[in-house]
C-alpha cells in the first residue's frame, strides 16, 4: 500500500473512532441529565407540592440537555457527512456511505436524534405544568 493510501487509512481510523467515543459520551450525557431530572421528580413527589423551585430547575436541566443533544448531533453529522464519507470516495469498499444509503431506504424517517430530543421537551412541557400548578396553589 502506498504513503498516500495508508495515510488516508490512518486519518479514516481515527475519525471513525473519535466519532464512536463521541457517542459514547453522548450516551453518557444522556444518563446523567436523566438521572438529574428522575432525582429533582423524586425530591418534588418528597416535597408534596410549595416549591416552585424544582420544576424551574428540571426546565433549566432539559433545556441544557437539549442543547447538549444537538450539538452531539451536529459533531457527528460533520464527522461523517464531512470526513468520513469525504475519505471513503478512496477506498473501494465505502462502508459507511453504504450503511448511509441502506439506511435511508429501509428506515422510518424519524432519526433516532429526533426522537432522543423529544425527552427534553416532554420533560420541558411537564414541569412548566408542575410549576404553573404549584404558583395556582400558592396564590389560592
Do not use: C
Request: net charge neutral; aromatic share 10%; charged share 20%.
Amino acid at each position: 500500500m502506498d504513503a498516500k493510501k495508508q495515510e488516508l487509512l490512518e486519518l479514516y481510523r481515527i475519525m471513525v473512532e473519535s466519532s464512536a467515543n463521541n457517542e459514547n459520551k453522548r450516551l453518557k450525557m444522556n444518563m446523567l441529565y436523566t438521572t438529574l431530572i428522575v432525582g429533582i421528580y423524586a425530591l418534588m413527589g418528597l416535597n408534596e407540592g410549595g416549591n416552585i423551585y424544582l420544576p424551574l430547575i428540571a426546565i433549566a436541566i432539559a433545556f441544557i440537555w437539549g442543547l447538549t443533544i444537538n450539538h452531539y448531533r451536529l459533531l457527528a453529522q460533520a464527522k461523517y457527512d464531512a470526513v468520513i464519507l469525504e475519505l471513503e470516495k478512496a477506498f473501494e469498499m465505502p462502508i459507511f456511505a453504504k450503511e448511509w444509503e441502506y439506511l435511508k431506504k429501509h428506515s422510518p424517517k424519524l432519526e433516532l436524534t429526533k426522537i432522543e430530543r423529544l425527552l427534553p421537551l416532554i420533560i420541558i412541557i411537564l414541569s412548566t405544568i408542575i410549576f404553573m400548578i404549584e404558583v395556582i396553589q400558592i396564590l389560592l
